[in-house]
């Protein structure tokens, strides 16, 4: 019974492990499915190191004293990780400019050792249970049978629950603490000392015991709130009196606290093109919260209209109404669902549909394809917009995932408008440069650069002059987008083509 407890545990470790390495690499290398890439690898590298090594060393030393040490490995290199993970991460993504060998080498640096030690415990105890050659394959395949239930109990305990509730950092001391635990265990049923066992057992309590380090702060910016969720790692950082909503290493929103009427980032003001092209618009669907910034100035800036907002994860609507002013009404309403499983669901019919739900490191691809923009015209009225904020550069190689998606949108609506956004402080668009990028297509019309100069020359627009500045800027030519691809559901490259940096 002993094993079959050790089996299970070390098992669920493996995999609460690999779970929580996504949300320490996510600060310096975003979410992608090159980071979850180089997760998987190398806890598959880091187990077959383990399997080998605890083989050799159990057919030579079979006792649970020795397989303790092991255990007590992967418990210190553990607990060492919310010290650790943050100082290594932050230096490996500055060295190394690849995002993929930048993940991959810190996954190796961060969890070869816990993984390799806890690889070693299946082989022994397989060797201990083994009675005869002819019980060799019944306690094999009972450990590992054992072992993967404790996987699947850690990946869902871990997955739909700690991380919900429990900063990564504590988590890791809890999952290091149980090995520990384990060790002192297998210790004690080896006969040790109890003075040796007393001893490791204080060891242990001081390692777990300790707090992470707070990062060292800049004067001129403080972290406010700072949150691990099922989707994302949150932080809200007030920098020279302006509040930052950051999911991982990137600004999603931004309140100027001393005038919050202001857009820090204006590719919020290019959504009111919506209401001076479509002057009867009623009901709009913004998919993507960030700070609620977009919705609440629609809300008080058009108060006819009915306002829907599909979010994916509850912390960000509870962190946009305590620290950005989000609010909601009988107008203005916040549904928890993921934006194509609330288009899939919903009976209404939208005059605007506002794609906000893009992020510089990170991208759903499953929002991007030529399915879903299919989807998003069939829930528009006659004559309605659709407006997806892209990230992305205007040229090079940055552009290609803008690009990919500007010709899946104009593959989807038969037009597609190109409004790469002027930022405040430049004099001209900067080709290369990494910025927000409009991208606009109404159903079942096409409408020009001109069209939409003209409209808004004669609108009455409470963003008109900061309008004509930004579409002053447009290039007459859209983007090349033959050498891309249309991004589908069966095909969306869109992290290979993210190009993150």
Known sequence: MLYMIVAALCGAAVMALELLGSRLLAPDFGSSIHVWGSLIGTFLAALSVGYWIGGVVADRYPFLAVLSIFVFVAAAATCALPFAAGPVTRWISTAVEDVRMGSLLSCVVLFMVPGAALGTVSPFLIRMSAKSVGTTGRAAGGIYAVSTVGSIVGTLATAFY???????????????????????????????????????????????????????????????????????????????????????????????????????????????????LKPDMKRVLFIGLGGGTGPSQFRRLYPELTIDVAEIDPEVVRIAARFFRFKTDSQLKVDVRDGRMFLRRTRNKYDMIVLDAYYADGVPFHLTTKEFMRLVW???????????????????RRSELMRSQYRTILEAFGNCLYIPVLEEDEKELNPFMRRNIMLISVKGRALSLDDVRAKVKSSNSPKKRILETIMAAVPSVPPKATNVPVLTDDYAPVDNLLHID
């Open 378 to 396: 069939d829930r528009l009225t006659p004559g309605g917009i659709l407006m997806a904020n892209v990230i992305g550069s205007m040229e090079g």
């Open 162 to 276: 700690l991380i919900a509730v429990l900063p990564v950092s504590r988590i890791l001391l809890v999952v290091g603490a149980l090995l520990w635990g384990v060790g002192i265990v297998l210790l004690a049923a080896s006969r040790w000392s109890k003075a040796g066992i007393a001893l490791v057992v204080a060891l242990g309590f001081l390692a777990v015991a300790q707090t992470p380090p707070a990062l060292a702060q800049a004067e001129s910016w403080r972290e406010v709130y700072r949150a691990d969720t099922l989707y994302h790692n949150i932080r809200v950082v007030d920098e020279n009196g302006v509040r930052y909503l950051m999911f991982g290493r990137t600004s999603q929103s931004a309140l100027d606290l001393r005038n919050p009427t202001n857009n820090v980032f204006r590719y919020v003001d290019v959504f009111h093109l919506g209401p001076i």
